[in-house]
């Protein structure tokens, strides 16, 4: 049926880093781990969880440390340990890895707007495009979903993972991905149905 939802996601991104304070590119999962802004953000979130009674049946996470260790603060509410999804990594940033935006505003000149905007940009940097990253995490949420129908999920991840699967629920533009504003320790929702995807929430952060 076309109003027959087959699963809800909440997607939790992980809580702050000294890369996200930084406001640098890491596609590496054994570092950083969350700082202690971010380990207050993932207790904010797993409060504001609880007293919202959210609802769960399956938990998973994306491989990084800085987003098992959200997930294991989280799982400890619903006494569930989370599975791990080892595709479910940020866009594969090549040659920028590890450089903040204004050091690659300096290295590379007029990079940024197309690195940001442009969904088939990669210019040898070894990256990946924003088209195959929309359509990466888009492969994999549907294996949840198909996995999943009738449950409620929670997906803990990265800013970027949460943008493409806006994205991809919604059918926009690659190039407008830049466009979605999704904060550390923050929560979004989408439902999917038989057709078609609804966007909840996004980018929601409690404050107590």
Known sequence: MYFNRKCKITFICHGATIYSEENRLSEVENYPQLSELGLD???????????????????YTSPAVRTMQTAKIISKLYKQEPIILDDLHPRKCGKLNGLTIEQIENKYPDLLESWFNNPEYDDNLE??????????????????????????????THPEVIQAAIC???????????????????????????????????DYTPIF
Do not use: C, H
């Not at 990946?128 to 803990?156: A, H, L, P, Q, W």
């Not at 926009?172 to 979004?188: D, E, L, Q, W």
């Open 41 to 59: 953000e993932v207790e904010r979130i797993t409060e504001y969880l609880r007293r919202r009674a959210v609802k769960n049946d399956i938990i």
């Open 168 to 202: 991809a629920a919604l059918d926009m533009p690659a190039a407008k991905i830049a466009k979605i504003f999704i904060r550390t320790g923050s929560a979004t929702q989408i439902s999917y149905y038989e057709k078609w995807s609804s966007l909840v929430y996004s």
């Open 127 to 156: 990256a990946e495009s924003i088209n195959d990253f929309i359509s990466r995490v888009k492969r994999i949420i549907d294996v949840v979903v198909s996995s999943n129908e009738g449950n409620r999920v929670i997906i803990v």
